[in-house]
């Protein structure tokens, strides 16, 4: 029953930054785990990064090791992506997660997921 609403995306220069916020409904937002996920064009969707329910542990795909860091505040029911040294390669549209078990939000393609958002887009031009 969760819903989730991305924003945050756009057109950014390689090395900039830009970070992505996802925004949960409901009042059992601090039961989930996130995680965000993105699709570049003609790829398969892959994992990028995900935070336990409590923010207490996070894991990151080794492409955006170093680069991307996630992060909740569970008051004000949001997850985060601060993304910073983009690369034209990071050029995908990103996907909110929220699934009650942390295994499926750190999986490779995300498949089981509860919850997806719509989407936002992030360009990034060289």
């Known amino acids: 029953q969760v819903q989730l609403v991305e924003s945050g995306g756009g057109l950014v220069q390689a090395g900039g930054s830009l970070r992505l916020s996802c925004a949960a409904s409901?009042?059992?937002?601090?039961?989930?785990?996130m995680g965000w996920f993105r699709q570049a064009p003609g790829k398969e969707r892959e994992f990028v990064a995900a935070?336990?329910?409590?923010?207490?542990?996070?894991n990151y795909a080794d492409s955006v090791k170093g680069r991307f860091t996630i992060s909740r505040d569970n008051a004000k029911n949001t997850v985060y992506l601060q993304m910073n040294s983009l690369k034209p390669e990071d050029t995908a549209v990103y996907y909110c997660?929220?699934?009650?078990?942390?295994?499926?939000?750190?999986?490779?393609?995300?498949?089981?997921?509860?919850?997806w958002g719509k989407g936002t887009l992030v360009t990034v031009s060289s």
């Open positions: 409901g009042r059992t937002f601090n039961n989930y785990a």
């Open positions: 935070i336990r329910r409590n923010g207490d542990s996070t």
């Open positions: 997660a929220a699934d009650t078990e942390y295994l499926l939000v750190v999986s490779l393609r995300g498949y089981g997921v509860d919850a």
